[in-house]
């Protein structure tokens, strides 16, 4: 599986921006789709995650409530749009697969990952 994310830029806080996270190669299996995003000397942090099914969803505690996690099987993507976006959510942002059902939450839990997209936010 191959992961291509875009949408990231600048924005001032308290405004909207829709990642996406577009998907190819064995997209007909099962797939767990997740959202990281890491600073400059930091671990990868979870944002978000949704199951094969789309059923189940998970959310940092810091991103709950402001952003949301979908997905379109029908175009192979995973969208997160991000609104009341703060300054502390400037960040690389990065897609990721896992093989299953279930949704994860830590970053080695994930098999495939894209490239990242830089969202920086402004006070």
């Known amino acids: 599986v191959q992961l291509q994310a875009s949408g990231g830029g600048l924005v001032q806080a308290g405004g909207p921006l829709r990642l996406s996270c577009a998907a190819s190669?064995?997209?007909?299996?099962?797939?767990?789709m997740g959202w990281f995003r890491q600073a400059p000397g930091k671990e990868r942090e979870f944002v978000a995650g949704?199951?094969?099914?789309?059923?189940?969803?998970y959310y940092a505690d810091s991103v709950k409530g402001r952003f949301t996690i979908s997905r379109d099987d029908a175009r192979n993507t995973v969208p997160l749009q991000m609104n009341s976006l703060k300054p502390e959510d400037t960040d690389v942002y990065y897609c990721?697969?896992?093989?299953?059902?279930?949704?994860?939450?830590?970053?080695?839990?994930?098999?495939?990952w894209g490239q990242g997209t830089l969202v920086t936010v402004s006070s």
């Open positions: 949704i199951s094969w099914s789309g059923s189940t969803t």
């Open positions: 190669g064995r997209t007909s299996s099962s797939y767990g």
């Open positions: 990721a697969a896992r093989p299953g059902l279930r949704v994860g939450v830590r970053p080695d839990e994930y098999d495939y």
